[in-house]
């Protein structure tokens, strides 16, 4: 899977996180962003859910006066790729399943029609605003357990399947053979599919959509990162000269090629 590399540098009085497409500042209790046109929308989000008893995401505290995003600073440890011995263990994948579903719960009536300017499309048939981005490397872990879930510039109105297929593939994760250091049968990854499904409590008229969907979504993401590319900017360049939209396109391939056996394990256990 794609790397996030992270390099932390320690200031006088603040913390560099440098990873992804973003340069992430901590100071104190704050974390400070870039923001992007998406930016309020987010906000409104993220103070929606927290006034729905949620608390497994960031504050938010509006803009600086330099034009960043300011947010509370959720503790524990994020993952980043190869994941870590803790974020591959069953506990950070049924806890995270449980995040996402506690989070879908929150963002559930949140007003979204009528709002444009999400940094991705809305989705067909949307129902909520899904996070678009629920991996290991966005999620805060507290030992084995997920415990919060950051960056959310890329939420954008979509369905429940949406996000529950990305998060599947990234935390199971469903991927090829070579793809990441976690060497699992296509056995053990339909498992813990299963397992995530179960602890997110998917109903079961949507698990044969999964994969589809989960295609879809990998489809979309490198749409996504293309045309980025083509708009001239550079760090979605940088994975295209990294080959990373070759690894999503063989995952697509991979998926389809095993769906049948993933069914077995998914719709019949």
Not at 108 to 135: I, K, N, T, Y
Not at 162 to 191: F, I, L, M
């Amino acid at each position: 899977m794609a790397s996030k590399e992270t390099e932390v540098a320690d200031l006088a009085d603040q913390e560099v996180l440098t990873g992804g497409v973003n340069e992430v500042t901590r100071v104190a209790d704050r974390v400070r962003r870039p923001a992007g046109p998406w930016t309020p929308l987010v906000h409104d989000v993220l103070r929606h859910v927290r006034e729905r008893g949620f608390t497994g995401a960031p504050e938010a505290h509006g803009m600086t006066e330099d034009g960043q995003e300011e947010l509370s600073f959720l503790p524990g440890q994020v993952s980043n790729y190869p994941v870590t011995a803790e974020a591959a263990s069953t506990e950070a994948l049924v806890t995270a399943a449980r995040l996402l579903r506690g989070y879908h719960d929150a963002v559930a009536d949140f007003p979204w029609a009528g709002r444009e300017g999400w940094m991705l499309p809305a989705q067909p048939g949307s129902d909520l605003v899904c996070h678009g981005d629920f991996g290991p490397h966005n999620c805060v872990l507290d030992g084995t357990r997920a415990v919060g879930l950051i960056d959310f510039d890329t939420a954008h109105p979509a369905t429940r399947l949406w996000d529950v297929a990305y998060a599947v593939y990234r935390w199971a994760p469903v991927t090829a053979p070579g793809n990441t250091e976690q060497e699992r049968s296509v056995r053990e990854q339909a498992e813990r599919t299963r397992l995530f499904c179960d602890s997110y409590g998917l109903p079961a008229d949507d698990r044969p959509r999964l994969l589809d969907t989960m295609a879809d979504r990998l489809n979309a993401l490198v749409a996504f990162m293309r045309g980025r590319a083509a708009e001239g900017d550079t760090a979605f360049q940088s994975h295209l000269d990294a080959g990373h939209h070759h690894l999503y396109l063989g995952d697509v391939e991979y998926i389809r090629a095993s769906k049948e056996e993933f069914h077995r394990v998914l719709l019949t256990g």
